[in-house]
């Protein structure tokens, strides 16, 4: 709360489908939540901050500063705010909190339960613990080693801190693999079965564009395949729809690829068809314009 100077702000209005519907009340600025009561407290309006989506400022009213804030949820608040500082200070607080410059900052890693509600003072942080897990699989071994890069996050930001790759893969070929996929979800291990040295990998599709080849995601790859000892068939499962998988293709006309000769089978498996993926996504740009 020590970034929150105004915890506190009074008639504030929040404008419903017409201006008759419009109601007067009390807007609360917590380090988690934004708060809306309405004057007769007949109703409360509560939203995380790191459920907000986009924050539009607009000009001047009779009544006061508009402010719409659109969420993740499909929920959207119009409010209008008397005076110019106290509207200031709510843009800062919503920024500030929703948009954290580093993970840290997030209002998960400063909080404290209350013992006196007979919560326990043990994080949750505490309940998996990474390394332990794969070392109970049996990693890091002479094929699979511990990798570093994510430690803050700054490699992949939808990544756990502790990765394992290929032993022999180098941190040069992991960085350059990350670039080349989508929201850099590089190839990693998810499972090992250690009687058979067999391991399950996922990560993402290759971005979008002309750039259909990269060295290092497929030197990676081929890391992948020589951390399989027992010499079966390597299994690559592609999810994504058929049509965009074969466009997105490497051309007959590309040079080979340097991949090892192992034995590969590649498998289609996605769940909807192209078309029902582009309705989807239709329907979801549809639905937030009508908000």
């Known amino acids: 709360m020590e970034f929150v100077k105004t ?36 109703r409360e309006r509560w939203i995380l901050y790191h459920h907000i989506e986009s924050v539009e400022q607009q000009a001047r009213s009779v009544k006061g500063f508009p402010l719409i804030i659109r969420t993740k949820t499909f929920l959207q608040l119009h409010l209008l705010i008397p005076k110019m500082a106290e509207f200031q200070e709510v843009v800062d607080v919503i920024n500030h909190f929703s948009q954290p410059s580093a993970y840290k900052q997030l209002y998960a890693f400063s909080y404290r339960p209350d013992s006196s509600e007979g919560a326990t003072q043990m994080l949750g942080w505490g309940m998996y613990d990474t390394i332990l897990e794969y070392g109970r699989m049996g990693v890091p071994n002479e094929h699979w080693r511990h990798c570093a890069l994510n430690e803050e996050y700054k490699l992949c930001d939808t990544y756990t801190r502790h990765l394992y790759v290929p032993a022999n893969a180098s941190d040069a070929v992991i960085t350059g693999s990350a670039g080349f996929r989508s929201k850099e979800r590089f190839p990693i291990l998810s499972y090992f079965y250690a009687p058979r040295k067999s391991a399950l990998c996922r990560c993402s599709q290759p971005l979008v ?12 790859v081929d890391c992948i395949f020589k951390a399989n000892p027992s010499g079966e068939p390597v299994v690559v499962v592609d999810t994504r729809p058929k049509v965009p998988c ?20 590649c498998l289609l498996s996605s769940p909807f068809p192209s078309d029902q993926c582009n309705g989807q996504q239709g329907s979801r740009k549809r639905l937030r314009k009508c908000r």
């Open 209 to 220: 564009g002309l750039r259909k080849r990269c060295t290092e995601d497929e030197e990676l």
């Open 7 to 42: 915890p506190k702000i009074s008639k504030v209005i929040c404008l419903q489908h017409s201006s008759k519907d419009s109601v007067i009340g009390t807007l609360f600025l917590t380090d988690r939540n934004l708060i809306f009561v309405e004057q007769n407290r007949a």
């Open 246 to 265: 074969i466009v997105s293709s490497p051309s007959p006309l590309s040079p080979p690829s340097p991949l090892s000769p192992h034995h590969l089978t």
